[in-house]
């Protein structure tokens, strides 16, 4: 048995589109035997909603929390001084900020960007307004416009990875410490799984840390130059059959 882990945006949709391809390939994949791991930066409310039906489990929250069926095989929330000081960091510059936890998420700062932020998620989950001792396991950033990004990215240096969303004006962050590679490692070891027996699936740079920490790490043709970089493998563009064609390459359909 094999696990294979694929981060969502990008690399196995186009938003909630799944190519055809990509989906007979998964098909195939988990006939064969095999686990399939969703690997994101979304919450769990979006990823399993919408893409539960690919999958057998799933890494959400940029690493921060592990699912299969009903049971949490890790989970490690952000912590009250962190939730601070990202929101002290992001405040600095007029930065909007989306802490999203299991079961509803709360937007604070840059008031502009709340129904920006909460129109990417189911209505009615993200609230306008920050809670005391708030359990989250992720957050979001409001950038005002694309061009931005360096901006914030030097107000959480040191702290967090900023992975921008193309041309809306948000990005999903790390916050160093725990990521998808380290989650990654974690499910592996819970399931009984050799690292080398892990493939990973990626295109943004927030799935660098995924690629190094899997056995086979594997790049789309659409990914950015640090995540090609990071991959022992390149596939082709998630338009052009790039999550099929990399099963096959592995002889994993």
Known sequence: MKLVFFDIDGTLAHGKNVPASAEEGLRQLRANGNLVFICTGRNPVYAQKNFGRYADGFICCNGRLAVRDSEILYAHPLDQDQIRDLMDRLDAVDGGYCFLGLEEGWYGGNPKGFEVMASVQDPGFVKNGIRDNMTAYSLDIYMVSADRVNEMRKALEGVALVNPHGPHPSA???????????????????????????????????????????????????????????????????DKDGVYNGLKHYGLI
Request: charge should be negative; aromatic fraction near 4%; proline fraction near 1%.
């Open 172 to 238: 999903d962050i790390t916050v160093l410490g725990v990521d998808k590679g380290t989650a990654l490692v974690h499910v592996a070891e819970k399931l009984g799984v050799a690292i080398d027996d892990t493939y990973a699936f990626g295109d943004g740079v927030n799935d660098v840390c995924m690629l190094e920490a899997a056995g086979h790490g594997v790049a789309m043709g659409n990914a950015v130059p640090e995540t090609k970089a990071a991959a022992e493998y390149v596939t082709d563009d998630i």
